[in-house]
């Protein structure tokens, strides 16, 4: 592989896809960008909404089929950044941009690999998709396309977990409380603090206990995010609203988590959805077993990605840049992550064996 020419495609793709505003459902133009720039790389381009995929040249049916994803959406920039978030900007071996760092690197460095992948022969296909709505866990991203896809037997997900191997992720479920009260002046003792009924609950999430721990992912975590009571000084109110997130391991699926927490608080409680359940692949998958041979470190992630959404087939995280840089003001990648991560991709890849995920 000449890994200067595919680093430098990599790279001018980056800056490209930087300088074009890709907030979560407003990904066309970057959709665009990437459909056409496959197309001139001679790829049969396939595209639904902002969902752009291709098929390795010498697709041949019958062989294990690999995914190889990122996503192309962004989070807005936040009002801290100091630089301009559309300027791809290198200084000192960093390159700055909204999405460089989440998870554009990531989704270059697995373009390149895939193409030098298509320069010999493989015992296995291999489909790169470049997805959206990602970072809000959008209906109208891969969901929407895998059918589409067809058979998928293993997957890479790329986000930025510094090339160390993401064998499991924790699940997410979001949960929209109320305590309901009863109101009254606030100068009388009469009514019913739905401040107080809330204050209750939340100590519950706060200091509750899952009896089941993940030796990879550790307990079930819920962190209180969001909460809102009262109009007036002197009015009892008589609703507090508040929103719970819900870390979910592979013990307990989002819906038996959520049976526990409606037996044990007063509130009112809904979920938003309970798809977003944790995920993982096993140690003993072949692709996991070609990372112990490359030397790859392996752990499990507390976030949540489109791992989450893929259904009937075992995924892995894994790519280029650092997750504690993600959603940060003045978001970067080291340059030489690009380079490292195509070389790491490709000599994961390269030769790897995989039978059929039946």
């Known amino acids: 592989m000449n890994l200067d020419k595919y680093t430098n495609i990599a790279l001018s793709t980056l800056k490209e896809l930087i300088s074009i505003q890709s907030f979560s459902k407003e990904e066309n133009l970057v959709a665009d960008v990437m459909e056409k720039k496959l197309s001139d790389f001679g790829y049969k381009v396939y595209r639904k909404g902002n969902n752009v995929w291709i098929f390795n040249k010498n697709f041949k049916e019958g062989k294990p089929v690999l995914l190889m994803n990122s996503h192309l959406d962004t989070v807005k920039p936040n009002e801290k950044w100091t630089k301009d978030p559309y300027n791809p900007e290198d200084v000192d071996d960093k390159l700055y941009g909204l999405g460089s760092n989440d998870a554009g690197g990531c989704l270059v460095s697995l373009m390149a690999t895939f193409m030098a992948l298509d320069e010999t022969e493989q015992e296995y296909n291999r489909v790169f998709c470049a997805s959206a709505e990602e970072e ?192 940060t003001a003045d978001e970067f990648i080291y340059v030489k992550e690009i380079g490292e991560g195509i070389e790491k991709y490709y000599n994961l890849l390269n030769g790897l064996k995989l039978t059929t995920n039946k």
């Open 136 to 327: 809000i866990s959008g209906k109208n991203g891969f969901e929407l396309v895998q059918d589409e896809i067809g058979r998928i037997d293993v997957g890479i997900v790329g986000e930025p977990t510094l090339m160390e191997m993401a064998i499991a992720e924790k699940g997410l479920m979001v949960l929209d409380c109320e305590a309901i009260g009863v109101p009254g002046h606030a100068a009388r003792n009469e009514g019913v603090n739905a401040i107080s009924l809330a204050l209750k609950d939340i100590e519950w999430f706060h200091s509750f206990k899952f009896e089941n721990e993940s030796e990879m992912l550790g307990p079930v975590k819920m962190t209180v995010t969001q909460i809102n009571a009262g109009k007036q000084h002197n009015v009892i109110p008589a609703s507090c609203t508040y929103v719970v997130d819900v870390r979910t391991n592979e013990h307990y699926s989002n819906e038996k988590a959520f049976e526990i927490i409606k037996a044990n608080v007063e509130s009112d409680v809904k979920a938003r959805s309970f798809r977003m359940n944790s995920s993982g692949i096993p140690l003993e998958h072949p692709l996991i077993q070609a990372g112990l041979e490359q030397r790859m470190d392996y752990y499990g992630s507390p976030t949540t990605s489109d791992q989450a959404i893929m259904k009937g087939f075992p995924t892995l995280k894994l790519g280029p840049g650092d997750s504690a840089r993600s959603h």
